[in-house]
T-cell receptor
């Protein structure tokens, strides 16, 4: 298994729907996780950190499942502006590994 | 400025030419990272500095790639004898307390 794996998508979702995608990781060593968002031809920007206890920020919820070695991102009431690539990021001892990203298209 | 800046934003090089890409991190940020992002891929880690010390260069694809940060602030990524497979966006990020802030990247095209 690659260190960080994501379904590349694209996920085509109607506006207002709920969408969720996962990221699986190998190596169970202590590490932290993040979701970044990257718009086309732009740099990645931090969306949210991921905690075992779950982390919610408005319409976005991130979760870490250490037993099954995956993290998830849930977007509720999706907006057209949510269209982007979502990158799963693992940080272990300042060694940063990005997933290839999941492309999300919100359809009007 | 408040953010990470990179220059040039675009660079076209002939195969075999040397290039130098510059990164100005956020003032006071100790950590600085370089990534290479090919089209349709996530950023791939190249190297990492803490102040002026290069702590990890395991991601540099070949000995043609060299990075430095002599005074612990501005960093330069140098690519010697560029090849077509070096064409990518080169992203720089600085961080403090974990969150990484990315620059806009340098889009390198090798002809």
């Amino acid at each position: 298994r690659k260190e960080v794996e994501q379904d590349p998508g694209p996920f085509n979702v109607p506006e207002g729907a709920t969408v969720a995608f996962n990221c699986t990781y190998s190596n169970s060593a202590s590490q932290s996780f993040f979701w970044y968002r990257q718009d086309c031809r732009k740099e990645p920007k931090l969306l949210m950190s991921v905690y075992s206890s779950g982390n919610e920020d408005g319409r976005f919820t991130a979760q870490l499942n250490r037993a099954s070695q995956y993290i998830s991102l849930l977007i509720r009431d999706s907006k057209l502006s949510d269209s982007a690539t979502y990158l799963c990021v693992r940080n272990r001892d300042d060694k940063i590994i990005f997933g290839k990203g999941t492309r999300l298209h919100i359809l009007p | 400025g408040a953010g990470v800046s990179q220059s040039p934003r675009y660079k076209v090089a002939k195969r075999g030419q040397d290039v130098a890409l510059r990164c100005d991190p956020i003032s006071g940020h100790v950590s600085l990272f370089w990534y290479q992002q090919a089209l349709g891929q996530g950023p791939e880690f190249l190297t990492y500095f803490q102040n002026e010390a290069q702590l990890d260069k395991s991601g540099l694809p070949s000995d043609r790639f060299f990075a430095e940060r002599p005074e612990g602030s501005v960093s330069t990524l140098k690519i010697q004898r560029t090849q077509q497979e070096d064409s990518a966006v080169y992203l720089c990020a600085s961080s403090q307390l974990g969150e990484q802030f990315f620059g806009p990247g340098t889009r390198l095209t090798v002809l």
